[in-house]
């Protein structure tokens, strides 16, 4: 099964920037589409960005598009999330995964939180 590594969260003031980084183990990581999601205590988990596997197309929620990019390298079987311009709302706990199921095991998240 494989295996989901979030890290590079942290506290930023509005306007600042935070890349995100997700190490994933597992054999099937290069064909499928990766995203970032989010969520906030309370509410349910929401899909912030896509990359598909070979042409690495990129979808976004119109809350983060023209701020956030989404990358990937299918050597390293990473994926990462170039966050800029942070506003609060940005505030959560990020996740990477599977666009669609089946889903791979969550991991822990990385908790982004963006205040004064």
């Known amino acids: 099964q494989v295996q989901l590594v979030e890290s590079g969260g942290g506290l930023m003031q509005p306007g600042g920037s935070l890349t995100l980084s997700c190490e994933a183990s597992?054999?099937?990581?290069?064909?499928?589409?990766m995203a970032w999601y989010r969520q906030v205590p309370g509410n349910e988990r929401e899909l912030v960005a896509s990359?598909?596997?070979?042409?690495?197309?990129?979808d976004y929620d119109a809350s983060v598009k023209g701020r956030f990019t989404i990358s990937r390298d299918n050597v390293k079987k990473t994926v990462s999330l170039q966050m800029n311009s942070l506003k609060p709302d940005d505030t959560a706990v990020y996740y990477c995964?599977?666009?669609?199921?089946?889903?791979?095991?969550w991991g822990q998240g990385t908790q982004v939180t963006v205040s004064l």
């Open positions: 597992g054999s099937d990581f290069n064909v499928r589409t």
């Open positions: 995964n599977t666009k669609r199921d089946p889903y791979y095991n």
């Open positions: 990359i598909s596997n070979a042409l690495q197309i990129t």
